[in-house]
Structure formats: structure tokens, C-alpha cells
């Protein structure tokens, strides 16, 4: 007879599979120029949100709008993001990924989607495959949810139920905060 799975139990094993995972993930060097981890997390969200101000980023990111103002400015410097004035506010920029941004993108998704794609080639079993293709989006929708317990609830924009299309399995923009679901 099987135990009920815990959930407990299930999120340490979770956090420390998937924080080996990332880790690795993130060793990944595509060459000279590429873009800083939190220049990536910046990216990969503008790609999967759509654009947005600093503030909405930092808000997101969960790290001060400063901090979020230096990455866009060393993005926008490099040509990978471009910046509007708001639509219904002048007064505020908006950022959206550009062509070279989104390319910078696909290249870093594309390396580690190729390793990823080799190691459970190479190391898993067809059955084994189906599980994690039946786990993936249980896992996306997880990190979905998972904020600090003083951060605000992520918004709509952040709660989709799809993958992104046609760019591989994402760019692992995990901050290595574990907090409550909400």
C-alpha cells in the first residue's frame, strides 16, 4: 500500500531538486557579453508579460526599483530592451524586449534546452519522460504561486496557465526565495 504523499515532505523534495536544477541551469556561459542573471530574469519577463515599467518589473522581480532602473539601463545601453513613454501617462517609461533581446533569449533557452533534452535522453526512461512532461506544468503553475510572505499576490498577468510558445522551457529566473503560496 502507498503512502499518501505529504506535502511537506513533497516541497523539500521539490526545492531541492529543482534548486540543484537552477543552479546548474545558471552555470550555463553562452560567451563573452551575455547578459547578467537578473539582465535574463528582466528579459524573460518582458518577453512572457509583455512590456511594462521598472516599477511593475521591480514589483514582480520582488527587488527594489532601483536595483530593477540599473538592469534596464544596461539592457536598454546593449540594444536588448527600448524604451516608450505610457501610453495613458507620458511621464512613464515603458520597456518591451527588442529583436536582439529576444534573440539573446532564444540562444541562452535554446543552449539549455538542447542540454536538458540530452541528459533525458541520455538518463530517462520513456516512462520516466512521460512524468516529467506531466509534472512541468504542475511545476510552472507552482512558481506561479510561491511569493514571500510579505510580497504582494502576484497579479493576473502573472498567474497565466500556458507555457510560452516556441521558446523552450523558459530561462529558470528563480530568485532562490521559497515562501507561502497564496
Known amino acids: ?89 507620458g511621464r512613464r517609461k515603458v520597456y518591451s524586449v527588442t529583436e536582439d533581446g529576444l534573440q539573446v533569449l532564444r540562444d541562452k533557452r535554446s543552449a539549455r534546452t538542447e542540454l536538458v533534452a540530452g541528459v533525458l535522453d541520455a538518463r530517462f526512461d520513456r516512462t520516466e519522460l512521460a512524468q516529467l512532461a506531466t509534472a512541468a506544468p504542475l511545476l510552472l503553475r507552482l512558481a506561479e504561486h510561491v511569493t514571500p510572505p510579505d510580497a504582494d499576490p502576484p497579479g493576473d498577468a502573472d498567474t497565466s496557465s500556458t507555457t510560452p510558445t516556441g521558446t523552450g522551457t523558459g530561462t529558470g529566473t528563480g530568485t532562490g526565495t521559497h515562501g507561502t503560496a497564496r
Do not use: C, F, K, Y
Not at 16 to 26: A, H, I, N
Not at 39 to 45: F, G, N, Q, S, Y
Not at 49 to 73: D, F, K, N, V
Open 1 to 89: 500500500m502507498t503512502e499518501e504523499p505529504n506535502s511537506h515532505d513533497t516541497a523539500a523534495a521539490l526545492l531541492d531538486g529543482l534548486g540543484l536544477l537552477l543552479r546548474r541551469m545558471r552555470q550555463i556561459r553562452m560567451g563573452p557579453g551575455e547578459p547578467s542573471g537578473p539582465e535574463r530574469t528582466a528579459l524573460a519577463r518582458l518577453d512572457r508579460g509583455g512590456p511594462a515599467t521598472s516599477a511593475e518589473l521591480a514589483r514582480r522581480e520582488q527587488i527594489s526599483p532601483q536595483s530593477m532602473g540599473a538592469t534596464l539601463a544596461a539592457l536598454q545601453a546593449r540594444g536588448l530592451v527600448e524604451v516608450t513613454a505610457d501610453p495613458q501617462d
